[in-house]
């Protein structure tokens, strides 16, 4: 256990519907990250967060896909009318400080099912 | 954007052997290297990493050495044990333009053979 946390852990969805996943990072970890994964690939990097201010978003997958830091805590990842191509599985990493030195501590990531 | 390749996609080898695996990346301004073990059902864990001004890292029985010239680095495994039966993943950072990501290779899965 990292100390990062996500939930669900699974999510099972119809095509077009909505969701939502939550991602609590490690508590003094400023800067959160979100990460895609299908099968048999590696982590695609999708967008992250220093603090409250969403630093890069142009690799986010398409206009459905947007995150959330609100606090500077707690991230959410939504996607809008979700799509079969949709199903992966959503990591959420978390380091502390700026740079690209420091370890990125991964959660054991939400796995969406999209029927 | 950055590319990473990474080889062999699977790789068996009997437990006590070493095992090497190896990866390319594509733009020179990257300069942090890390290596994640994934185990079914988790996430990503960072193993070791390197930094674009060394060339060779060790800590017990994995090493890490990077040819910034060619482009290259590779992950060293001595002694393999079958609990380092996994999915690896090398990765690259990405560099320039505010991103703070990492591109990953797609992953090597390990078979530690008793």
């Known amino acids: 256990d990292t100390g990062v946390s996500q939930d669900p852990r699974h999510k099972i969805t119809k095509r077009g519907q909505n969701v939502t996943f939550r991602c609590d990072p490690i508590?003094?970890?400023?800067?959160l990250y979100w990460y895609r994964q299908t099968l048999g690939q590696g982590p695609e990097f999708l967008t992250y967060?220093?603090?409250?201010?969403?630093?890069?978003k142009s690799r986010l997958l398409s206009d459905r896909f947007s995150a959330e830091r609100p606090k500077g805590s707690f991230s959410t990842l939504e996607i809008q009318r979700t799509e079969q191509g949709d199903s992966a599985m959503y990591l959420c990493?978390?380091?502390?400080?700026?740079?690209?030195?420091?370890?990125?501590?991964f959660g054991p990531g939400t796995r969406l099912t999209v029927l | 954007g950055e590319n990473v390749e990474q080889h062999p996609s699977t790789l068996s080898v009997q437990e006590g052997d070493s095992a090497v695996i190896k990866c390319t990346y594509s733009?020179?301004?990257?300069?942090?290297f890390p290596w994640y073990k994934q185990e079914l059902g988790k996430g990503p864990q960072l193993i070791i990493d390197?930094?674009?001004?060394?060339g060779e890292k060790k800590d017990q029985r994995i090493a890490v050495t990077l040819n910034k010239t060619a482009k290259h680095f590779s992950l060293h495994i001595t002694e393999t044990q079958p609990e380092d039966s996994a999915v690896y993943f090398c990765?690259?950072?990405?560099?320039?333009?505010?991103?703070?990501?990492?591109?990953f290779g797609k992953g090597t899965h390990l078979i530690i053979q008793p």
């Open positions: 990493a978390s380091t502390r400080g700026a740079g690209n030195y420091n370890e990125q501590f």
């Open positions: 508590s003094e970890h400023n800067r």
């Open positions: 967060f220093q603090n409250e201010a969403q630093l890069e």
């Open positions: 733009d020179s301004a990257s300069n942090y």
């Open positions: 390197i930094r674009s001004n060394v």
């Open positions: 990765a690259a950072s990405i560099p320039g333009g505010g991103a703070d990501g990492l591109t």
